[in-house]
């Protein structure tokens, strides 16, 4: 509601404005400060989708459900826009959610302004709330979650205004704000009890504006219209295939209830789930102030302001509820999404006590301001280098720099690259399309045609680390008997048949292990870490039943005299970091292998030992011959 009085707006409404452009200028500087200019590679709970969000978005792509096509095209705009000036998609994106996060700053200012607080305890009370953790984390971050913060916070807003001065211009910013949250992000309808609470005095007003409100609420789900809409320009990014009326309701009426909310067994299960529930919300604002703000919001009730008192105590408890109804055996990004509202109010509240107590005394005023600022000073110092850690975060970098251990790729010899759904899997592409790297690395998911990928004549490579959730048996599943070979350090390649012969291996050393094994070839090379990476050709003569494990060691003197001259390791329980057991091997069978070797500093090393041994019936171990590869200065 604007006020103005001959035509100017009143000192009133512009001490309101400046309050909020300070919180505002304050919350931008610290976003900024903190803000994730790389891809993200972070395993982070506050990152699941980030990696997912910085690809969509310079695409003009959709994310995962509910799609968020609100949220999308605005944020495809805004990369758009950037990139035009030199931003990378993945600064773009974060500052896409730090600008929502200043929004949502400048609306709480606004609504703590409704409430009656001063406008310095006012900003300072948005401040607390934008230097909690989770705020400041999703301001830092490609994110959904500072715009569901926005509408969350205009949504009590419009509804407070429209309670007291019953105009229609209130109720349609209320209809606005509270319907496209409600599409954007489903939990904003946890917030009815409180709105109604709010409007309960204004029902005539309501039902004479109840047209126009309802066109602008029906607004809202026509944005899904722009999921169908992108498939049909072919859009390379599209989650859930939306092409269908049928998958785009599925897009529009999903709300993951069922895969991440479990329901308590009963009394003593739901205290344990709201106790957890507090615990998540108590690391984004220590128990104390958390508690303090909670309280501060029943001054209003002592203030006989009962609806407003009754409706902030309802527009938190849902979430508390929801918070603690959501769980998936550990905190996970739902969780730390819904319980936001539950920070938010309770910096509110932070504000409303501090400004009633700052009444009852001359000084009061100045102590309460004091009191905020250190709060604010104080979260800021504690949680700007947890934000850091996840936001410059290199995760991302080493995953990158593993995958161009086999680029440049020969024409000849074409590559598929298999990486996980996820962090590993977007910082790939994202490399690939916006930084130049990985040229002609051809990347797919695990939802790929693995068997069609083969079929074409391509090599099929993943990071070994790969085989931890996704383990030979379930290859096996998808292509039928397979082998395994290191490509490269960390890097397994997958075949229908052995993929190397004599002819692939290089001069090198050669020694007869025993049971039918040897090995035909084997170097070592340094690393720009200055530690070591030995890579060894094994050949199977003859079908091996036996399960041979590698012992790698880097000693001070060749042979050790004792354990004192074995100064690291690098064993594995089978070769091809220790997937492929000997006893799957073929006749005849070649299989490369590589061993990252760390040479401790301030050592000499004299030789890097490799050998194979096996378990015998007795229990104890047999050993075959050492190959001992002298290193050289």
Do not use: C
């Not at 944020?75 to 826009?81: A, I, K, M, P, R």
């Not at 929502?100 to 009370?125: F, H, I, K, Q, T």
């Not at 946890?190 to 607004?219: D, E, I, K």
């Not at 109804?325 to 969780?335: C, F, N, S």
Request: charged residues 15%.
């Amino acid at each position: 509601m604007v006020v103005k009085e001959g035509g100017h707006v009143t000192s009133i409404q512009r001490g309101n404005s400046t309050w909020a452009t300070i919180a505002m200028a304050v919350a931008l500087v610290l976003y900024l400060s903190t803000v994730q200019t790389i891809v993200n590679g972070s395993p982070s709970p506050y990152t699941t989708d980030v990696g997912e969000i910085q690809n969509a978005l310079p695409r003009w792509g959709t994310i995962h459900w509910t799609g968020y096509p609100l949220y999308t095209f605005l944020g495809s705009l805004f990369v758009t826009l950037l990139r035009w000036i030199g931003v990378p998609p993945a600064a773009g994106a974060s500052l896409f959610s730090a600008l929502w996060g200043v929004v949502a700053v400048g609306l709480l200012v606004a609504l703590l302004r409704e409430l009656g607080v001063s406008g310095p305890l006012a900003a300072l009370g948005a401040l607390v709330a934008a230097t909690s953790t989770s705020v400041w984390m999703d301001g830092s971050l490609a994110e959904v979650h500072t715009m569901t913060m926005a509408f969350t916070v205009a949504t009590l807003l419009f509804a407070l205004r429209f309670g007291r001065s019953g105009h229609r211009g209130d109720l349609l910013l209320l209809a606005l704000a509270f319907s496209q949250g409600v599409a954007h992000q489903r939990a904003v309808l946890f917030l009815a009890p409180a709105v109604a609470v709010l409007v309960v005095g204004q029902w005539r007003t309501v039902w004479r504006g109840l047209v126009p409100a309802a066109a602008l609420s029906l607004l809202a789900p026509l944005t899904y219209l722009y999921l169908p809409w992108r498939v049909s320009q072919g859009a390379t990014w599209v989650f859930g295939t939306p092409g269908t009326w049928q998958r785009v309701m599925v897009m529009l009426l999903d709300n993951r209830a069922e895969r991440i909310v479990s329901w308590p067994a009963g009394v003593v299960e739901w205290g344990e789930r709201v106790g957890r529930a507090f615990a998540v919300t108590a690391d984004d604002l220590p128990a104390v102030l958390l508690a303090l703000g909670l309280l501060g919001l029943f001054a209003l009730l002592w203030e006989k302001r009962w609806r407003e008192g009754l409706a902030l105590t309802l527009a938190w408890i849902p979430y508390i509820l929801l918070t603690g109804a959501i769980w998936i055996g550990r905190v996970g990004d739902a969780q730390l999404a819904a319980h936001l509202p539950v920070t938010i109010l309770a910096a509110a509240g932070l504000a409303v006590l501090a400004d009633r107590l700052g009444r009852r005394a001359g000084w009061g005023h100045a102590v309460a301001t004091v009191m905020l600022v250190g709060a604010v000073l104080f979260l800021t110092v504690r949680h700007r280098p947890r934000v850091l850690a996840v936001t410059r975060d290199r995760s991302a970098e080493t995953v990158i720099a593993m995958a161009e251990r086999v680029a440049p790729l020969p024409p000849e010899s074409p590559m598929t690259f298999m990486a996980l759904w996820g962090n590993d899997f977007w910082a790939l592409v994202y490399a690939q399309v916006y930084e130049g790297r990985l040229p002609g690395l051809d990347i797919v998911d695990h939802n790929a045609d693995f068997e069609g990928i083969l079929s074409r004549g391509n090599r099929l490579l993943t990071f070994s680390k790969t085989f931890y959730q996704r383990p030979v048996a379930w290859w096996e599943g998808h292509l039928g008997e397979v082998t395994l070979s290191s490509a490269a350090p960390e890097i397994v390649e997958i075949a229908l048949m052995p993929v190397l012969g004599p002819q692939d291996v290089p001069p090198g050393p050669e020694l007869d292990l025993g049971d039918g094994m040897w090995i035909r070839s084997a170097q070592l090379a340094p690393r720009e870490d200055g530690n070591l990476v030995l890579t060894v050709y094994w050949q199977a003569e003859v079908p091996v039943d036996a399960d041979h494990s590698v012992a790698v060691h880097l000693v001070a003197h060749d042979p050790p005299r004792g354990a004192e001259d074995v100064l690291s390791q690098a064993d594995q329980m089978h070769p091809v970091y220790g997937w492929y057991p000997t006893s799957r091997w073929h006749a005849g069978e070649i299989v490369r292998d590589h061993y990252l070797i760390d040479v401790p500093d301030g050592t000499a090393a004299q030789a890097v030992r490799v050998a194979l041994y096996r378990a015998d019936a007795a229990g104890g171990f047999v050993n075959s011959p050492w190959l001992s590869l002298p290193i050289e200065d």
